[in-house]
């Protein structure tokens, strides 16, 4: 199932790629450079033909395909699953403190 909706996945991504690239640029990019400025940035100029109407289908199979493959495939580690609140194994060996080091130096004599 994973192997599939990820071949699927590539494939959508492939297609947003060069639906992303055939688009023609509204020039200098939000407007800048433009006679009507930020104005027109927002504005109703920009309907929906069938390149954003087909760019935003594939964005949204983009987005679903990755929730779905990462619901899929979480926490599985190596063929086990784990959760992340899961509780770490226990070491096998007990921690053993180590003393503290004599401090190095000339004594200093004490009246």
């Known amino acids: 199932m994973t192997t599939v909706l ?44 069938l390149l954003t109407r087909t760019t935003a289908i594939l964005g949204a199979l983009f987005f679903g395909l990755s929730l779905a493959l990462a619901l899929l495939n979480r926490g599985t580690v ?21 003393a503290p080091a004599a401090p190095k130096g000339p004594a200093v004599p004490t009246n």
């Open 78 to 98: 190596g063929g086990e699953t784990r959760s992340l609140l899961d509780t770490p194994p226990a070491s096998s060996a007990p921690v053993v403190p180590v």
């Open 6 to 49: 990820l071949i699927i996945h590539l494939f959508v991504t492939l297609a947003l790629i060069g639906m992303v690239l055939i688009q023609r640029s509204e020039g200098g990019g939000l407007g800048i450079g433009s006679s009507q400025g930020m104005g027109a940035f927002m504005g109703g100029r920009g309907t929906a033909n």
